[in-house]
């Protein structure tokens, strides 16, 4: 996986360049994009999570479902059903997350509701 330009390092994408466009991705520094791929970095088990609940839940027949409920049910699962706190999960990057998966998983187009990221 590459890493996300944090630091002086050369800018460097998680996902190839002619695929931002599709699903507006900020290919450039902000403050938004930086964060979430240094959380993203520091804590692959939320994306795994996030992968796991979107496929069960177009298993369990959704043919649509919000990433916020995803990332809801990820703190549920952490927070309560396991009683760790070891991190938390920022509201600005559910939209990231989608997105993500979606380049990833691109039967999955259409599965998330996209809008237009904010600056």
Known sequence: MLTPSISAQPQMYLFPME???RIDIHPRDTKKWNEFMRFHKDHPEVY???VRLANEAKQKGFTSIGAHLLIQRIRWECQVE???????ICNNHFPYYARLF????PEFEGFFELRKLKE
Do not use: D
């Open 19 to 21: 695929k931002y466009s």
């Open 48 to 50: 795994e999570a996030f």
């Open 82 to 88: 396991r009683k760790e706190n070891a991190y938390k």
């Open 102 to 105: 979606i380049l990833n998983n």
